[in-house]
């Protein structure tokens, strides 16, 4: 089993341009979070997913960012346009139930110069 | 009042001392209590997670639930350098089916 797999590692985008953040579960899991860590700060949660359907998007800014878990394929977060500010650390996790705990992957180191 | 609130630290203890780290929340009908252990520039680690009120040991981990008093803590005993990380206490909230992160606090042990 490999656990939460996540790609790329590390992504280095200039302004404006899009980010793609691409995640698959761990077998068996079907929901899938993402949250994004800045600097010397806590996971702030963005989206809950689970396949074809979004589950909670509170923490999503309304602009800009969107996620999909499509019935065959990763989970994808999309950035648009990006700026400055969207750099950041990115996890994707996964759990078999909503009240269980959460594996995380490796996440992805977004940079936007 | 943030929703998961932990004193960011540094907590510092000397190895082989007890180190006692703490995490209040917000919502008092949570029901599902997680501890993470997240090392510089690596991805969060469950490390214990509890469900009832009272104590819940796994080898030199204790996690403590007080759903009363809405706090939740985590005990290393015989710490070590290797135990050096930011722990993140997380709350599944009642109202929605997601982790709500604490800030974290960093520990520090020191040889």
């Known amino acids: 089993n490999a656990g939460v797999m996540q790609n790329p590692r590390h992504l280095v985008r200039r302004r404006g341009q899009e980010a793609r953040l691409r995640c698959s579960p761990m077998?068996?899991?079907?929901?899938v979070y993402w949250y994004r860590q800045l600097p010397e700060e806590g996971l702030k949660f963005m989206v809950y997913?689970?396949?074809?359907?979004?589950?909670?998007e509170s923490g999503m800014p309304k602009e800009r960012f969107s996620a999909e878990f499509p019935k065959e394929g990763p989970s994808i977060l999309r950035i648009q346009q990006v700026v400055r500010g969207d750099s950041a650390a990115y996890f994707c996790?996964?759990?078999?139930?909503?009240?269980?705990?959460?594996?995380f992957g490796s996440g992805t180191r977004l940079t936007v110069v | 009042q943030k929703e998961v609130e932990q004193n960011s630290g540094p907590l510092s203890v000397p190895e082989g001392a007890i180190a006692s780290l703490n995490c209040t929340y917000s919502?008092?009908?949570?029901?599902?209590f997680f501890w993470y252990r997240q090392y510089s520039g690596k991805s969060p680690e469950l490390i214990m997670f509890?469900?009832?009120?009272g104590d819940k040991e796994d080898g030199r981990f204790t996690a403590q639930l007080n759903k009363a008093s809405q706090y939740v803590s985590l005990l290393i005993r015989d710490s070590q350098p290797s135990d050096s990380a930011t722990y993140l206490c997380?709350?599944?909230?009642?109202?929605?089916?997601?982790?709500?992160f604490g800030a974290g606090t960093i520990l520090r042990v020191k040889s």
């Open positions: 997913l689970q396949k074809e359907n979004i589950i909670d």
């Open positions: 509890i469900y009832s009120n």
């Open positions: 919502d008092r009908g949570s029901q599902s």
């Open positions: 997380a709350v599944n909230m009642e109202y929605g089916n997601k982790l709500v």
């Open positions: 077998k068996g899991h079907s929901h």
């Open positions: 996790a996964s759990s078999h139930k909503p009240d269980n705990g959460y594996t």
